[in-house]
Nanobody
Framework: QVQIVESGGGLVQPGGSLRLSCKAS????????MAWYRHPPGKERELVAS???????NYADSVKGRFTISRDNAKNTMYLQMNNLKPEDTAVYYC?????????WGQGTQVTVSS
């Protein structure tokens, strides 16, 4: 069982920045494939960005050039740096860990972009 704790959400004005953190349990954190998903109000959940065990990154087209995903294996933590935020980025953001075919999810953190 992988325990996940997310943090870093909040209210920010358009053009602002936030950094989300996802801390996951386990001694083999470096082997986890990890991702951020988001669930905008009234829409389906979508993949935002992913980073696999060899630090290969992938981004949704809507966030390319604005968001950066990274991981610090020594701290068992993954990050999502979000710059130039837009109102359409408003959503609950979820950390996902995939290990040996099993998905684990965090509780979600709210990001609201509004003036």
């Amino acid at each position: 069982q992988v325990q996940i704790v997310e943090s870093g959400g909040g209210l920010v004005q358009p053009g602002g920045s936030l950094r989300l953190s996802c801390k996951a349990s386990g001694r083999i954190f470096s082997m986890y494939n990890m991702a951020w998903y988001r669930h905008p109000p009234g829409k389906e959940r979508e993949l935002v960005a992913s980073v696999n065990a060899i630090s290969r990154n992938n981004y949704a087209d809507s966030v390319k050039g604005r968001f950066t995903i990274s991981r610090d294996n020594a701290k068992n933590t993954m990050y999502l740096q979000m710059n130039n935020l837009k109102p359409e980025d408003t959503a609950v953001y979820y950390c996902n860990v995939n290990f040996r075919g099993t998905d684990y999810w965090g509780q979600g953190t709210q990001v609201t972009v509004s003036s």
